[in-house]
């Protein structure tokens, strides 16, 4: 079965093409991927009308490029996938409009996925796929969230953020430096010159008993530091400044994650998600679990951001799972909030 996915819920386009045969993993075929960050910068951030307009312009030579890479036709295609939600409206109806239209055209069925979804499958395409169960953390955009994941289609929401969520944190802290946009890996990238211990930046709810997240008060004690610097800080404390912001979202990302294992009995642990390709974040992960005898598994790191191929993948499970079926229904909606709890 091969499953062509598409992505448009923000500011990517991407298109894949997946290969889903009896019993096993998926296998990805071809993927291809552009990504807005260029158009957005001068604005400091997404312009939902420009991300809708540029995602109409890319998802069709995205498509045939990917059918290029993996020498397939159209007619080869048995499923078409789409994101969605959550996401911007408009962008999400994009892709879910091209979707529909292509397998109307092919009389194919299509698959609505769940972003988040695809984010927390996307490690099952690395070259250390985990196995079920496990516990994900979930650090895309807007979300953080904690999950016991028993199966495909089968989760358990432990915690989640109550205000901003980590790449929040990162983004907006970076903002507030003076960074530009996106501010989260241009934070991570400063902070590899500075000092984690420079500032005493708070751990919000790093030991509420829960697992639940905070992290807006954190943001404020980023901007109360960075103006006590003064208008014009120093490299240097501007540097310690990022590597301090950035120690205490991992701390708590990392001591949460320990919990939730502990928590849940499990040993294995999945980080998807943007946020999940920090290098700082992968380092403490790894070390804490070589020494307690955990497993940690990532996507590659070219799949860690927003990409067609976790959508494809996350099709796929799903339907050789047996938990969705795809149809021939081509009208089709969107969700641009979707709790990813709701597809227990």
């Not at 001068?42 to 069709?60: F, K, N, Q």
């Not at 911007?88 to 979804?117: K, N, S």
């Not at 980590?166 to 902070?191: C, N, Q, T, V, W």
């Not at 497993?295 to 927003?306: F, N």
Request: with cysteine; charged share 20%.
């Amino acid at each position: 079965m091969n499953v062509l996915g598409i992505e448009s819920s923000c500011d990517e386009t991407g298109v894949a093409l997946v290969r889903a045969d009896g019993g096993g993993v998926p296998r990805l075929r071809a993927h291809a991927l552009h990504s807005q960050v260029q158009m957005h910068e001068a604005y400091g951030g997404v312009v939902p009308e420009l991300a809708s307009r540029d995602h109409i312009r890319r998802v069709l030579p995205l498509t045939r490029d990917v059918l290029a890479q993996a020498g397939c036709t159209l007619d080869e295609v048995d499923v078409v996938a789409f994101t969605r939600g959550p996401g911007l409206a408009g962008a999400l109806l994009v892709g879910a409009g091209v979707a529909c239209a292509l397998a109307a055209a092919l009389d194919r069925p299509t698959l609505g996925v769940h972003h988040l979804e695809g984010h927390l499958l996307s490690p099952f395409l690395s070259a250390d796929p985990p196995e079920f169960p496990f516990v994900a953390l979930l650090v895309s955009g807007g979300h953080t969230q904690l999950m016991r994941v028993a199966g495909v289609g089968h989760y358990e929401l432990l915690g989640e953020t109550i205000d901003d969520a980590a790449g929040e944190a990162f983004d907006k802290s970076a903002k507030l430096l003076g960074l530009g946009y996106p501010g989260g890996p241009a934070l991570a990238r400063l902070a590899e010159q500075g000092r984690g211990d420079a500032f005493a930046l708070p751990r919000p709810l790093l030991h509420s008993g829960n697992l639940d997240f905070s992290f807006a008060g954190l943001k404020t004690a980023v901007l109360t530091q960075h103006r006590k610097l003064g208008p014009a800080p120093g490299a240097q404390a501007l540097a310690d400044l990022a590597a301090s912001t950035q120690a205490a979202i991992v701390e708590v990302l990392v001591k949460k994650s320990l919990n939730a294992l502990k928590t849940t009995g499990l040993k294995r642990l999945v980080v998807s998600g943007g946020v999940g390709a920090n290098a700082d974040l992968r380092r403490q992960l790894n070390a804490v679990a070589a020494g307690r005898g955990l497993r940690v598994h990532y996507p590659e790191l070219q799949l860690c951001t927003d990409n067609g191929a976790m959508i494809a993948l996350a099709a796929a499970m799903r339907l050789t799972a047996g938990v969705a079926v795809a149809s021939k229904h081509y009208g089709f909606d969107v969700r641009p909030r979707w709790p990813l709890d709701e597809l227990t």
